[in-house]
């Protein structure tokens, strides 16, 4: 495990001219934007015109991660953008790493990462506007950006960052950390990855333990002999289809058998829990529901007290290269990792959370082929978690960009990729203590951690 930290690597202040570059491209996506930075550009001695889509210029600009829509609209227009660009010609990505509303941040960075890895010869950087006091501001610092080789870059007030892990491992912490009889809230922590982790802080914290997921509780029926292998289950399902309200068809007795092997997952889940001593309740809960999270959130504070914590471990993979990912694949990532965090924060007392852990991937930081849309959602968690360590001092938050753990979402196929890649699991023991180690314990300004061996040069 290394620390991921942002770290100086120029400033504004050495501005070589533009007029090398010979006229500039700068997509309209965002008109207010676009305009500002031509006339940035202008200032600096270059040229630059605006376009609805890249035309036949050295470089293009693309606003499309400027834009206010949807974030995951955005993130797919911006790919879009990028793949209309001819192969010869350099585009920047633009986007936002803070803003007011989350729903402004970008995560362009963790798809621009997947793309150089689909596409090794495409010349594409993307630049992630930090806290612009106003347009023109933040013109300006892209304009004075542009020589910049091609990467991944944070453009702050003075100064222009990149993403660096840290040299050494992190050691555990010493100490403890965590408040009085906490309530901690944690989506997705019903089963898979995120209940280890659950687990392990009921072991550290005890307190209380409201588990939200997708998943109903089907119940085991009476007559059936306990199974974990799905396989088997849908054959002793099959055997017992006569049975009364038993399905019948082969695709009844597969949706079926997933049914009662999530609600085993999740009994067992609660059934470790309270094994420690501390309360679990699992409730069935659509995130992306506003209206209703926040009347069902309401309803479980006043029985069991305000939220102290937060983990957020929802998430799904709809993966595709990029030339075939459509917008319903980007609305899939993002809507239970990224609308499903705003729903939820929105919902909550956030003067009361003490934690606030959001499971990333190393996909961020490194790229992964198939995964852009999956990359930049994660990407968006690391800028949030930044955002919420700033303006939260008082609340620990941390960001965990996971490699590939055993028995997580990582089929054999997938297994069998990341060992040709030699990249090793995380065993699900070794995750969930290194999760509660640093939620924790670590120091506060420590806020994106990589997990897992690293995938490759950034």
């Known amino acids: 495990m290394r620390a991921l930290n942002s770290v100086r690597i120029a400033s504004y202040d050495d501005i070589i001219s533009l007029e090398h570059f010979g006229e500039i491209e700068i997509t309209n996506a965002a008109p207010d934007y676009a305009d500002a930075i031509r006339q940035a550009i202008k200032a600096c001695g270059g040229s630059a015109r ?37 192969g010869n010609m350099r585009v920047i990505a633009l986007d936002r790493a803070s803003a007011p509303a989350l729903s402004d941040i970008g995560g362009i960075s963790g798809l ?20 612009p006091a106003d347009v023109d501001e933040a013109a300006s610092r892209v304009a004075r950006s542009l020589n910049l080789p091609d990467s991944d870059y944070t453009l702050y007030t003075d100064e222009i960052r990149q993403d660096v892990l840290g040299d050494s491992l992190l050691p555990p912490p010493a100490h403890e950390g965590a408040s009085t009889s906490p309530v901690w809230l944690i989506s997705g922590g019903g089963r898979g990855v995120t209940a280890n982790c659950a687990v392990e ?11 939200l997921g997708r998943s109903d509780m089907t119940e085991w029926p009476d007559w059936l002999e306990p199974e974990t292998d799905l396989k088997a289950l849908r054959s002793a399902l099959a055997k017992n289809s006569t049975r009364p309200g038993m399905p019948k068809k082969p695709v009844e ?11 085993a997952e999740i009994a067992s889940t609660i059934k470790s829990i309270e094994a420690t001593g501390a309360y679990a309740r699992y409730v069935q809960a659509d995130i992306g529901d506003r209206a209703s999270l926040r009347s069902t959130l309401a309803t479980l504070v006043k029985e069991v007290g305000a939220v102290t914590g937060l983990v957020h471990g929802a998430g799904v993979l709809s993966d595709g290269l990029v ?15 990224v609308m499903g965090l705003e729903i939820i924060l929105s919902c909550l007392d956030k003067r009361s959370l ?14 992964n082929e198939g995964q852009a849309n999956y990359a930049a959602a994660n990407a968006w968690l690391n800028n949030v978690a930044i955002q919420l360590a700033t303006s939260m001092p008082d609340t620990q938050v941390k960001s965990f960009c996971w490699g590939p753990w055993h028995g997580g979402m990582v089929d ?17 023991q070794e995750g969930a203590r290194i999760f509660a180690d640093q939620l924790l314990n670590s120091p506060h300004d420590q806020v994106r951690f990589v997990v897992g061996d690293e995938w490759g040069d950034q």
């Open 50 to 86: 605006l376009v609805s889509t890249p035309q036949n210029a050295g470089l293009c600009l693309l606003t499309e991660g400027l834009t206010e829509g949807l974030l995951a609209n955005r993130h797919h227009m911006a790919l879009q953008a990028i793949l209309s660009a001819d």
């Open 112 to 131: 621009c990462r997947s793309f150089r890895i689909e596409h090794p010869g495409a010349r594409l950087t993307s630049l992630s506007i930090c806290a």
């Open 201 to 211: 802080l009921a072991n550290r914290t005890g307190g209380s333990f409201i588990l």
């Open 253 to 263: 007795i597969d949706r079926f058998a997933r049914k009662l092997l999530a609600g």
């Open 323 to 337: 030339s075939t990912l459509d917008l319903q694949s980007f609305e899939t990532v993002f809507a239970p990792k």
């Open 354 to 367: 003490s934690h606030i852990a959001l499971f990333s991937s190393a996909s961020a930081v490194f790229g």
């Open 412 to 428: 054999d196929a997938l297994a069998r990729m990341f060992t040709e890649r030699g990249i090793g699991l995380i065993t699900r």
